[in-house]
């Protein structure tokens, strides 16, 4: 059967939050695993119930195979930075309170050095989830091709994302897909709970598609 993508909904959370953890599970440890209070993933499922944000259920898009979530990714141009953060505040001091609250926050934009947010003009590409038994079957170049396409649909000149350098396989796809690499970050960043790679900054061009005759 074919594969569709369409937006999430709050019905994918059992689905699509763990492949969303996937994506990044040591930069999520870092910043919201919190003994006695939430780990990364129970946070990631509140965020993304709350739909708003970088997090949110409304910002992603899920690929459905057989009406089963097979993939997760989401994409957004970088001027949602100042709306995206307001809504990261308002689910972290939600979730663990005044006291464990900031220092979340504070660890947020530790690793925001090392993956920064996206220039205005730039659509960002993240949270890249496909489940273990599809992958290597083509459907990460299908997840990433849909969101080029709403890219190019803004036509926004460039495209980005980060992989972790201790990720090669990732790299090699976006590298297929014509992504290069244009900077490396290095991470000095680690705690109790993880310890957060270096990672490297990719881009493509979003050439429009020409048009059929």
């Known amino acids: 059967m074919s594969i569709l993508f369409r937006t999430a909904t709050p019905a994918d ?3 699509a939050v763990p492949l969303i953890y996937s994506s990044g ?3 999520f440890d870092f910043v919201f695993t919190v003994p006695g209070k939430l780990s990364a993933l129970q946070f990631l499922r509140r965020a993304f119930l709350h739909g708003r944000g970088e997090l949110g259920y409304r ?7 057989d009406q089963r979530v097979v993939a997760v990714g989401a994409a957004w141009c970088g001027d949602s930075t100042l709306a995206f953060a307001l809504a990261a505040a308002q689910q972290i001091l939600g979730g663990y309170g005044a006291v464990a609250g900031p220092g ?3 660890r947020g934009l530790r690793v925001e050095s090392i993956i920064q947010p996206p220039a205005k003009d730039c659509w960002y590409i993240a949270h890249l989830g496909v489940l273990p038994e599809r992958r290597g079957r083509g459907l990460g170049n299908a997840l990433i091709a849909s969101l080029l396409e709403q890219g190019r649909a803004r036509r926004l000149p460039k495209a980005a994302l980060d992989v972790a350098v201790g990720n090669p396989r990732a790299q090699a796809l976006y590298e297929r897909l014509g ?3 244009a900077a490396e970050r290095v991470s000095t960043l680690r705690n109790a709970q993880a310890t957060v790679a ?5 881009e493509l061009p979003l050439a429009p598609r020409p048009l059929s005759r």
Do not use: K, Q, S
């Open 179 to 181: 992504f290069v690499v």
């Open 198 to 202: 270096n990672h490297r900054r990719m």
């Open 25 to 27: 599970p040591a930069a």
């Open 104 to 106: 979340v926050i504070a």
């Open 59 to 65: 910002n992603h898009i899920v690929a459905t195979l």
């Open 13 to 15: 959370a059992d689905a």
